[in-house]
């Protein structure tokens, strides 16, 4: 099947740095990628859609400003959490669709701010 | 809108007995149905997918599902569990264009 990549898989920083976490879709093109948040023992809740060449599409309640997204290529999404915070600290998945409709999942990235 | 019931948070099954995770649906059109597994700390896998013909489906690791339209169930099932099956299993539903919509999560417990 698909495979999706993300890097890092752990990143720990100080509060008030950004951190950049890149998703790739790595034997498939992907228009559309998604990105997750999960808390601990709690289901996936979705973040934003990254569209490739345009602006990424905010679920309620998500800051735009705080979760910057950037699709430049068919194969990469990358999620910037600006100026960190404790509370960011999460599990962040992202997620591409291959031309069906399926989405396969990257292996997540824990962000543990300090 | 689609929305997505796990019913049950938990369930402890002791090695080699059948397992059975329940997931219903709630949708005015059309939908596709998946399963998903979480392993500690990593992504989700798919463990199969309902879209469309035989109601019936075989998955990877042993595990089927079979959808239920009047019921609005898709349920996985597995005759015979291993200690290797403990993970986080997750019920998702799409009807497109729109996005997944996930369940609240099962996590099952395989006991020795």
């Known amino acids: 099947g698909a495979v999706v990549s993300q890097h890092p898989s752990w990143v720990i920083c100080k509060s008030g740095t950004s951190v950049k976490i890149e998703c790739r879709s790595l034997?498939?093109?992907?228009?559309?990628m998604f990105w997750y948040r999960q808390f601990p023992k709690q289901s996936l809740m979705l973040m934003a859609t990254?569209?490739?060449?345009?602006?990424?599409?905010?679920e309620q309640g998500v800051e735009k400003d705080k979760f910057l997204i950037n699709h430049a290529s068919l194969t990469l999404s990358t999620l910037t959490v600006t100026s960190a915070h404790p509370e960011d600290s999460s599990f962040y998945i992202c997620?591409?669709?291959?031309?069906?409709?399926?989405?396969?999942f990257g292996p997540g990235t824990r962000l543990l701010v300090l | 809108a689609q929305s997505v019931t796990q019913l049950d948070s938990q369930v402890p099954v002791f090695e080699e007995a059948p397992v059975e995770l329940r997931c219903n649906y709630s949708?005015?059109?059309?939908?596709?149905l998946f399963w998903y597994v979480q392993y500690p700390n990593q992504g989700l896998q798919l463990l199969l997918k309902?879209?469309?013909?035989?109601?019936l489906v075989k998955g990877i690791n042993g595990f089927e599902a079979e959808f239920n339209k009047s019921q609005t169930s898709f349920h996985l099932r597995k005759p015979s569990v291993h200690i290797s099956d403990t993970a986080e299993y997750f019920c998702?539903?799409?009807?497109?264009?729109?996005?997944?919509?996930f369940g609240t999560g099962t996590r099952l417990k395989v006991l020795a």
């Open positions: 997620s591409a669709p291959d031309q069906g409709e399926t989405q396969y």
């Open positions: 949708s005015s059109v059309s939908v596709y």
């Open positions: 990254s569209n490739e060449g345009s602006k990424a599409t905010y």
């Open positions: 998702a539903v799409s009807a497109p264009p729109d996005k997944y919509i």
């Open positions: 309902y879209l469309s013909g035989s109601t």
């Open positions: 034997d498939f093109q992907a228009t559309t």
